[in-house]
């Protein structure tokens, strides 16, 4: 059964960093595209960074220059720096994996941005 673990998440006050990382198993990693989405209370679940097979990134514009996300292929992991959070940023953090039909959610971790 394929599984995407995150871990890192937590309380952190407003101007801090935390990582983030999600774990996969089960799957040919290095194939898929993968991507961070956050669901805060009452929102729709967003897209916040993604990177490709290739390693190409994008971000959402609420994040850009702030986050930054990689992979390991080695390691079946991928990562979601997080620098100077705000406290719009506190929300539960999933990742994503995708490759053809093949979609696989995490189970998320949260993220708490507060003083």
């Known amino acids: 059964q394929v599984q995407l673990v995150e871990s890192g998440g937590g309380l952190v006050q407003p101007g801090g960093s935390l990582r983030l990382s999600c774990l996969a198993s089960?799957?040919?990693?290095?194939?898929?595209?993968l991507g961070w989405y956050r669901q805060a209370p009452g929102k729709q679940r967003e897209l916040v960074a993604s990177?490709?097979?290739?390693?190409?990134?994008s971000y959402a514009n609420s994040v850009k220059g702030r986050f930054t996300v990689s992979r390991d292929n080695a390691k079946n992991t991928m990562y979601l720096r997080m620098n100077s959070l705000k406290p719009e940023d506190t929300a539960v953090y999933y990742c994503?994996?995708?490759?053809?039909?093949?979609?696989?959610w995490g189970q998320g971790t949260q993220v708490t941005v507060s003083s």
């Open positions: 990177i490709t097979n290739n390693n190409y990134t």
């Open positions: 089960r799957i040919v990693f290095s194939v898929y595209h």
């Open positions: 994503n994996a995708l490759s053809g039909p093949y979609y696989y």
